[in-house]
């Protein structure tokens, strides 16, 4: 996934003017405005990518819930001694009241740790979304000042150069700052999805999930 960065729109610009003649055209602030647009339009665009990225990673944890994890959830719960014991007695007993209300019961507390465990692990995952979009649009809203301030410095070549070396330093943010992210977030989620088949050990990798994303929030 290639996170487009504003600063890459303005440095180019930048190169133009700072490479060109001494004497700037009329028509450079109309290129200004049209530049402010662009980059709205990348904005919406990045993000409208962002959001389809984190939607489909936490479709992608639904399904390892409903597919890995309930299943041996259910194997092991099940197993429990006294559950198994209760339930033979009723098989037993052919008790149809007690039938129904040992699998109310049992069924209620099932989906209560499918819910707790579906929150435990979305919500590192949404947590790293919303660093992650406002740092994007941080980096956008420092795009659009810049270009701004590029603006009001059109009318004299020798501003623009002055001022070059400044604008630049300020879009200091790593090209790659936003795919390291998206790239350590796939690589964290894999190793879930991909994790043992073991229920101690699915227990394990979720563990681990949860600390790895949220180390990843903390890094942005």
């Known amino acids: 996934m290639i996170i487009l960065k504003p600063g890459k729109v303005l440095l180019l610009t930048l190169m133009l003017f700072s490479t060109g003649c001494a004497s700037i055209p009329p028509e450079s602030a109309e290129l200004s405005v049209e530049l402010g647009k662009k980059i709205n339009q990348i904005e919406t665009a990045n993000m409208a990518l962002l959001d389809q990225y984190f939607n489909y990673k936490k ?33 037993r007993e052919n008790d149809t009241p007690q039938r129904m209300e040992f699998m109310l019961r049992t069924g209620t507390r099932m989906q209560q740790a499918i819910h707790q465990k579906r929150q435990s692990l979305m919500q590192p995952m949404n947590e790293l979304h919303q660093a992650l979009r406002q740092s994007i649009e941080e980096n956008y809203s420092q ?5 701004n301030s590029i603006s009001s410095f059109l009318v004299s070549a020798s501003k623009l150069a002055e001022n070059r070396n400044r604008y630049l330093s300020m879009l200091g943010v790593e090209q790659n700052d936003m795919n390291r992210v998206i790239d350590k977030t796939d690589a964290t989620l894999n190793e879930l999805l991909q994790s043992a088949e073991k229920f101690e050990d699915k227990a394990e990798a979720i563990n681990a999930y949860i600390e790895k994303i949220r180390s990843i929030k903390d890094s942005i």
């Open 59 to 91: 479709q992608q944890i639904d399904d390892f819930i409903d597919k890995q994890w309930i299943p041996l959830f259910a194997s092991n719960f099940y197993s429990n001694p006294q559950i198994e014991r209760a339930w033979n007695t009723i098989v």
């Open 143 to 147: 795009a659009k000042s810049i270009n």
